[in-house]
Each structure stands twice: as C-alpha cells, then as structure tokens.
C-alpha cells in the first residue's frame, strides 16, 4: 500500500500577519481565511504546513486551525482541525515558533472540499501589541 502525498512543486505558500486576534470562523468578513482555486475555480486541497510565530507582549492562548464547510450559501458547518494550546509571546525579546508539518499517511484528516476554508482562530492576548505572522502550505487534493 502506497501513501499519497501532494508533489512538494503544487504546494503553495499563504501567508498573513497582524496585531489583533484571528479569523472567528463565524464571522466571514475576518481573516485571515485560506482557500485554493485553480484558473479562478475553487478546487479541494490538503493542509501541508503550518508555520506560526509570535512576538511581543506576553500571554497565550490556543490557535485552532479550523474547516469551514460551506454546502449552500447561509449554510456552514466547522469543525477544528488542530490546535496548537499556549500559542503566543512571553516578552519583547522573545518569539515563539509552532511548525507543524503533515506527514504522509496523514492527509485524509487535512481534507478541504472545493469551496471550503481553512480558518485559523486565535485570541490575541494583547491586541496591538502582539504580533503574529502565519504561514500555510496548500496542494491539491488528489483526485
């Protein structure tokens, strides 16, 4: 038995930064949200990477990496992912890392259907000053 894994060429980096909290998956104008299209069509996709980091102020809180499913329009369903617990900074000079890499054999449970989105939730301990910066690794699905 084989394991799929997407070619490392189709994954594509996203990136995004800030000073406030995350996306809330119910709230469809925050973000950062992520989702993948192919000549302007949405197609399904699997989470390959994870990388998040965080710099100034202290606190933490859990960043989840959540689905949301959308079947019609106002309709939706969400389901977390991953979480990541104590994710944030503890002081000026210190940055925290989170890497997470999906291993092969794995990518059944990073699944995203045509249209869906990956939403990254976070609390930012200390809005304005904490900032955060996140990167996902996005492929096709296989097909």
């Not at 930064?17 to 399904?44: H, Q």
């Not at 390959?48 to 100034?56: D, E, H, N």
């Not at 606190?59 to 979480?83: D, H």
């Amino acid at each position: 038995m084989s394991l799929w894994a997407p070619l490392p060429r189709s994954v594509r980096p996203f990136r995004a930064t800030g000073l406030a909290s995350m996306a809330d998956v119910t709230d469809d104008a925050s973000g950062p949200r992520f989702t993948l299209e192919s000549n302007g069509a949405p197609i399904a996709f699997v989470l390959c990477y994870m990388r998040a980091w965080a710099t100034g102020g202290t606190g933490t809180a859990t960043l989840s990496l959540k689905q949301k499913i959308v079947n019609e329009p106002g309709l939706f369903f969400n389901r977390v992912v991953r979480e990541f617990p104590y994710f944030g900074a503890a002081g000026t000079d210190f940055v925290a890392f989170h890497n997470f890499r999906v291993q092969a054999g794995e990518f059944h449970g990073f699944y995203w259907g045509a249209g869906d989105y990956l939403v990254p939730e976070w609390a930012n301990p200390n809005s304005g000053t904490t900032r955060w910066i996140l990167e996902v690794g996005l492929a096709p699905a296989a097909q």
